[in-house]
């Protein structure tokens, strides 16, 4: 059974920032998770890709985060960890992040985790 397992959201002001973690496991394909990324809803808004990044390294940011956010994985122990630094974090990323994985048998989600960017 795949588990998504997501950590480190919360209050930040303006300006500062956050680390978001997911820690993927359960895949049953050979190679793992193939793709890997983060999501964001906000209140009243679709969600909408923040990042992603392939089993071969190649990663792909929304334009709205690009030079503020860093994605990155480790895979250790049939284990995939998902990052998601970010900085320079603004009131418009306020939101709840969701961990995404996929692999050949489908694609899967964590639960969310709650980002709220506010003075």
């Known amino acids: 059974q795949v588990q998504l397992v997501e950590s480190g959201g919360g209050l930040v002001q303006p300006g500062g920032s956050l680390r978001l973690s997911c820690t993927g496991s359960?895949?049953?394909?050979?190679?793992?998770?193939?793709?890997m990324g983060w999501h964001r809803q906000a209140p009243g808004k679709q969600r909408e890709l923040v990042a992603v990044?392939?089993?071969?390294?190649?990663?792909?940011?929304a334009d709205s985060v690009k030079g503020r956010f860093a994605i990155s994985r480790d895979n250790a122990n049939a284990k995939s960890t998902l990052y998601l630094q970010m900085n320079s974090l603004k009131p418009e990323d306020t939101a709840v992040y969701y961990c995404?994985?996929?692999?050949?048998?489908?694609?899967?989600w964590g639960q969310g985790t709650q980002v709220t960017v506010s003075s």
């Open positions: 995404y994985a996929r692999d050949s048998y489908g694609d899967y």
């Open positions: 359960g895949s049953r394909s050979m190679f793992g998770f193939n793709r």
């Open positions: 990044i392939s089993g071969v390294g190649s990663i792909n940011y």
